[in-house]
Structure formats: structure tokens, C-alpha cells
């Protein structure tokens, strides 16, 4: 029990306290685990600080032997994805072009954050390249299979924070950090079974963090407990972790989205949800259904003149002329579909989201949480995506499409797993509006408590 990194963290917090366990003893678990798990090929894990992160927690044991005062989550291990800046250390956003870019000059903030309060960098997990594609392959690096797949019947992570979900998945870490612009942690959340969350923009900085979208890009945590993603949340957000409080199931109101969210939905995927809603209504909860025409424009905008596109393209077009062969091409078809959208047409949507965002936080405000399913389909196989490109971008837009409505909204989001032992791994999402974070984590915890008691 005492090094085991599938723990909560306030667990592991009362196990470094008590003497059971030692911030080395977790420290060396992460690095035994990831030198089991982490496949050269096919990589989790892109760098690992071992001896930093020894060296460290050694610092930690001694200070606590001492009895000197502590931060509050001293000893405990995480990661980060490999956009976050990590000083010293070259940032390559899953990249070959930025390898020779210089070294970070100090931490991502939220990265800092998490170092303020005690917890030991391990290392940075794999992603797709400059974060812009929902499945999560690199075929720079090798792509990590979606936890429990392998070999012929490997099947897609999520993107782009894949190695960040893996590596909950496979209990590496018990925290790591990724990034969301239209699902990035809440599509690897779900095709791992793990927890991943999309917070408010701005809610928690992204200083440090290369962009992709700044429109639309937030960082967010995946741990394996609500619980913990609330805490991890709250130290990226600046705040001292407090004890959350579930809504009570009895009063509970949650709205199931008509139209665009519940269509071409997999078989399997639908069952699950369905599910998920009867467990729910029979622990006490009320669902209804409810038309969201914010969602309906998110669609038509994806659609026709994607967002993070417009962002992608001013990003990038300079490096496509002068180095396109050091590109994923599916990456980098991704960003030339950019370069037909105006700027007047950017505006013009942007104007049309900033409406939506108000009417959509009025739509629900009188809910707990919106309830959907996280994607429209489970981990796809792997191996026929990576050379058909015409598959790529039929499956990556249907990755994409559920979660992107919360970003379009600029609203808060989580995905919790809801797979049975004998199912691939599959996940629904709690949703709600712009700066309603605490409101949506005590419906959440609500949730997961009765789905969990049901199980």
C-alpha cells in the first residue's frame, strides 16, 4: 500500500505523514513503473528527471524527519505534457522543428504552481505535435496505444495530452498535466478510463505553455479521482485545496443535450451512456432533455471555419514555408486549412461566440451540470490512421466534436469513465458554463459517488 501511485492524494498526503511511505519511495515507484511501462517505439514519457526528481525527494524526506513545515503536497509525483515549459529544459511541443529552440528560462506557471506546493516533476509525457489533433499520434516520437491495447489491436490514445492520460492510466503518476483547446484532455481521459478536465480559461494560467489557440487553450489535470482533480485544480488556479463537497444526489438536475452531441454516436458508446443515465436517475438524480443552439453554431463554425485553425495557421505558416518535410502531414494539413479564413470571418465568429457564451450560461444556469457523452466513438485502431489521411480527418473531427462545444462556450467540462471491466474504455462528461468550476465538481463528485456505489 504505501507506494502505491494509484492512491488519492490525500491518501498518499497521510501515508508521507504518517512514515508509511517516503517521498523517495514514491519517487523511485514512478521511475520503476515508467521504465516497465514506457516503450522506447512507442513512448509515454519523452523525458524523465530522475535524478532531479531523487534528489528532490530526498530534500523533502529529510525536511519532514526534521519537522520542518511543509507544503501540502510535498513528496508526491506528477507530470507534464511536453508543451509546458520546464526551465532548462528545451520545450519541443511534440515537435522535431523546436528541438534546437533554446532551453526554457523558468517553469510554466502552472507547472510552478505545482512545484510551490511540494509535488516532484517527473518528467514530460508525449503529445501530438504542437497539440493539434484529438487522436494523439506522433510520428516523430512513436504513439502510445490507449491504455490495455497493444500490438495488432493497438488503438488510438486521444490528443493530443496522450502520454499525460497514459500515464494515469498505467500508474506512473497519480497527477499529470495537459492541455485542452477543443477536447485535449477529456478525449485521452475517456479512451484511457481516467479522469481529465477542461476548466474555465483563464480560471488557471497559461503562461509557459506553448499555444496553439490562445482563443481557446486552458490547461487542465488528470488524476483518477474527482476528488483529486478538484485539489490539482485548485493549486492551478492559485487557491489553497479546500474539501469538496458532493451536490446531493437527490436534488441533482442534470440536462442531457438534444441534436448535434448524441448523434452518429457507436453503438457501444450510446449503450454506456444510457447506462450511465439509469444508474443516475435511479440513485435520485433528475435528467432532462434540453435544446442547446449554442452547440448547433459550434458545429456549423468547426465546420467551416475552425477557430483554433485561423490561430493555428498565423502560428505556424511561417515554419510550413521554409520546413513543411518536419511536419506531421496530418498536423500540418490541420494548420494549412487554416490559411483561407479571413480575418474578417474570425472576427465575425468570434463576435458570435462571445454571444453564445452568455446565452449558453443563461440556458443552464439552472442546472447542475450538463451530462454527455466525452466522444462520439471509442479508441479507434491506431495502425489504419497513421497512413490514410482521408480516415484521419473523418475520425479526428469526430473525436473532436462533442468536446470542442465546451470550449466554444467557454465553459468548464470533465470526463469520467463509463466502461464496464469487459468494455473498451469509455467516458461521459459533466459540462457547465463559464466560471461555474465549483458548481460543476460537486455535481461531479455527486456523480461519481453513485455510479461508483452502483458498480
Known amino acids: 500500500?504505501?507506494?502505491?501511485?494509484?492512491?488519492?492524494?490525500?491518501?498518499?498526503?497521510?501515508?508521507?505523514?504518517?512514515?508509511?511511505?517516503?517521498?523517495?519511495?514514491?519517487?523511485?515507484?514512478?521511475?520503476?513503473?515508467?521504465?516497465?511501462?514506457?516503450?522506447?517505439?512507442?513512448?509515454?514519457?519523452?523525458?524523465?528527471?530522475?535524478?532531479?526528481?531523487?534528489?528532490?525527494?530526498?530534500?523533502?524526506?529529510?525536511?519532514?524527519?526534521?519537522?520542518?513545515?511543509?507544503?501540502?503536497?510535498?513528496?508526491?509525483?506528477?507530470?507534464?505534457?511536453?508543451?509546458?515549459?520546464?526551465?532548462?529544459?528545451?520545450?519541443?511541443?511534440?515537435?522535431?522543428?523546436?528541438?534546437?529552440?533554446?532551453?526554457?528560462?523558468?517553469?510554466?506557471?502552472?507547472?510552478?504552481?505545482?512545484?510551490?506546493?511540494?509535488?516532484?516533476?517527473?518528467?514530460?509525457?508525449?503529445?501530438?505535435?504542437?497539440?493539434?489533433?484529438?487522436?494523439?499520434?506522433?510520428?516523430?516520437?512513436?504513439?502510445?496505444?490507449?491504455?490495455?491495447?497493444?500490438?495488432?489491436?493497438?488503438?488510438?490514445?486521444?490528443?493530443?495530452?496522450?502520454?499525460?492520460?497514459?500515464?494515469?492510466?498505467?500508474?506512473?503518476?497519480?497527477?499529470?498535466?495537459?492541455?485542452?483547446?477543443?477536447?485535449?484532455?477529456?478525449?485521452?481521459?475517456?479512451?484511457?478510463?481516467?479522469?481529465?478536465?477542461?476548466?474555465?480559461?483563464?480560471?488557471?494560467?497559461?503562461?509557459?505553455?506553448?499555444?496553439?489557440?490562445?482563443?481557446?487553450?486552458?490547461?487542465?489535470?488528470?488524476?483518477?479521482?474527482?476528488?483529486?482533480?478538484?485539489?490539482?485544480?485548485?493549486?492551478?488556479?492559485?487557491?489553497?485545496?479546500?474539501?469538496?463537497?458532493?451536490?446531493?444526489?437527490?436534488?441533482?438536475?442534470?440536462?442531457?443535450?438534444?441534436?448535434?452531441?448524441?448523434?452518429?454516436?457507436?453503438?457501444?458508446?450510446?449503450?454506456a451512456f444510457k447506462r450511465t443515465l439509469t444508474t443516475l436517475k435511479a440513485a435520485g438524480a433528475t435528467i432532462e432533455e434540453i435544446e442547446v443552439p449554442e452547440f448547433e453554431l459550434a458545429g456549423e463554425i468547426f465546420s467551416t471555419a475552425p477557430l483554433a485553425a485561423y490561430d493555428a495557421w498565423q502560428l505556424h505558416r511561417e515554419r510550413l514555408s521554409t520546413s513543411r518535410e518536419l511536419f506531421d502531414p496530418f498536423v500540418a494539413m490541420r494548420v494549412t486549412g487554416g490559411q483561407n479564413i479571413s480575418s474578417d470571418i474570425q472576427n465575425a465568429n468570434i463576435a458570435k461566440r462571445e454571444k453564445a457564451i452568455a446565452s449558453y450560461h443563461q440556458r443552464i444556469a439552472s442546472y447542475d451540470a450538463l451530462i454527455m457523452p466525452t466522444t462520439a466513438t471509442a479508441a479507434p485502431p491506431l495502425a489504419p490512421l497513421q497512413y490514410d489521411m482521408e480516415l484521419f480527418a473523418k475520425t479526428n473531427g469526430l473525436a473532436l466534436r462533442n468536446t470542442a462545444l465546451s470550449n466554444f462556450v467557454d465553459g468548464c467540462a470533465i470526463s469520467l469513465p463509463c466502461h464496464t471491466a469487459d468494455e473498451p474504455a469509455l467516458g461521459f462528461s459533466l459540462c457547465h458554463a463559464k466560471g461555474e468550476d465549483q458548481k460543476l465538481f460537486e455535481a461531479a463528485l455527486a456523480v461519481e459517488r453513485s455510479i461508483t456505489q452502483a458498480h
Open 1 to 271: 500500500m504505501p507506494h502505491n501511485l494509484t492512491l488519492s492524494l490525500d491518501e498518499l498526503r497521510c501515508a508521507l505523514a504518517d512514515g508509511s511511505c517516503t517521498a523517495r519511495g514514491l519517487v523511485e515507484a514512478s521511475l520503476t513503473r515508467i521504465t516497465a511501462v514506457n516503450d522506447p517505439e512507442h513512448p509515454v514519457f519523452l523525458a524523465v528527471y530522475a535524478e532531479q526528481a531523487l534528489a528532490l525527494a530526498e530534500q523533502i524526506d529529510a525536511a519532514r524527519a526534521a519537522g520542518d513545515p511543509l507544503p501540502p503536497f510535498a513528496g508526491i509525483p506528477f507530470a507534464v505534457k511536453d508543451l509546458f515549459d520546464v526551465a532548462g529544459e528545451v520545450t519541443t511541443a511534440g515537435s522535431k522543428i523546436l528541438r534546437d529552440a533554446p532551453p526554457a528560462q523558468q517553469n510554466a506557471a502552472v507547472v510552478q504552481r505545482l512545484i510551490d506546493a511540494g509535488m516532484i516533476l517527473i518528467g514530460k509525457t508525449n503529445m501530438s505535435e504542437f497539440a493539434f489533433t484529438g487522436l494523439g499520434l506522433n510520428p516523430h516520437h512513436g504513439t502510445p496505444p490507449a491504455w490495455g491495447t497493444s500490438g495488432d489491436t493497438a488503438c488510438a490514445p486521444g490528443g493530443s495530452s496522450s502520454g499525460a492520460a497514459v500515464s494515469i492510466a498505467a500508474g506512473m503518476v497519480p497527477v499529470s498535466l495537459g492541455t485542452d483547446t477543443a477536447g485535449s484532455c477529456r478525449i485521452p481521459a475517456a479512451w484511457n478510463g481516467v479522469i481529465g478536465y477542461k476548466p474555465t480559461q483563464h480560471s488557471v494560467p497559461g503562461d509557459g505553455a506553448f499555444p496553439l489557440s490562445p482563443l481557446l487553450d486552458v490547461p487542465g489535470p488528470f488524476t483518477r479521482r474527482v476528488a483529486c482533480c478538484y485539489q490539482i485544480y485548485q493549486l492551478m488556479a492559485g487557491k489553497q485545496p479546500s474539501p469538496l463537497t458532493a451536490k446531493d444526489i437527490n436534488t441533482l438536475k442534470l440536462a442531457v443535450p438534444t441534436s448535434i452531441a448524441m448523434s452518429k454516436l457507436e453503438p457501444q458508446v450510446e449503450e
